[in-house]
T-cell receptor
Framework: DAEITQSPRHKITETGRQVTLACHQT?????MFWYRQDLGHGLRLIHY???????NKGEVSDGYSVSRSNTEDLPLTLESAASSQTSVYFC????????????FGPGTRLTVL | GENVEQHPSTLSVQEGDSAVIKCTYS??????FPWYKQELGKRPQLIID?????GEKKDQRIAVTLNKTAKHFSLHITETQPEDSAVYFC?????????FGKGMKLTVNP
């Protein structure tokens, strides 16, 4: 069955370190998204991609970057981790076309000390 | 850009009661409105959605209504059960990407 996975599921890192969170989907979806979830803020969009070599900034993109070299993967990089980036991160994907369901990965809980 | 407001932020009901969650959106061009349910420690999952050419949609105990003129849509859950306890998110589409409300925590007391 097609799925979307994230790794690691839990990560503890130190301030200033570079961290990369992986997202892999097997639906062959063109659209992929990264969100962070914090209490009281819901799901906030960090970056998104509509296809290979396409990336776009979301509402909370500062301090994060993504690259899309193939259809299946959209890794999220924190260039220099900050305590404010402690959060739960969700990756999602959807088919192109506008009315299509976004499927979420299981999430990565990141703690920056 | 699109802005989605969701209220209330928390709701507690007795098992068997109905629950209503309301959302408003700002962009009259939005034409797709999904609802996601997130159980504690789990990922958000789509439970129902509605397109702008439809005023109401039902699926067993849940229904969604859309008022395009007023730019608001609502989720109705009837005969609530303890397993309905979760956080519910509404969203509106801004071409190809979703803008989410901040979520509502529903607690169903046995």
């Amino acid at each position: 069955d097609a799925e979307i996975t994230q790794s690691p599921r839990h990560k503890i890192t130190e301030t200033g370190r570079q961290v990369t969170l992986a997202c892999h989907q097997t639906w062959n979806h063109n659209n992929m998204f990264w969100y962070r979830q914090d209490l009281g803020h819901g799901l906030r969009l960090i970056h998104y991609s509509y296809g290979v070599q396409d990336t776009n900034k979301g509402e909370v993109s500062d301090g994060y970057s993504v690259s899309r070299s193939n259809t299946e993967d959209l890794p999220l990089t924190l260039e220099s981790a900050a305590s404010s980036q402690t959060s739960v991160y969700f990756c999602a994907s959807s088919a192109s076309g506008g009315y299509n369901e976004q499927f979420f990965g299981p999430g990565t809980r990141l703690t920056v000390l | 850009g699109e802005n989605v407001e969701q209220h209330p932020s928390t709701l507690s009901v007795q098992e068997g009661d109905s629950a209503v969650i309301k959302c408003t959106y700002s962009d009259s061009a939005s034409n797709y409105f999904p609802w996601y349910k997130q159980e504690l420690g789990k990922r958000p999952q789509l439970i129902i959605d509605i397109r702008s050419n439809v005023g109401e949609k039902k699926d067993q105990r849940i229904a969604v209504t859309l008022n395009k003129t007023a730019k608001h849509f609502s989720l109705h859950i009837t005969e609530t059960q303890p397993e309905d306890s979760a956080v519910y998110f509404c969203a509106a589409i801004e071409p190809e990407k979703l803008v989410f409300g901040k979520g509502m925590k529903l607690t169903v007391n046995p």
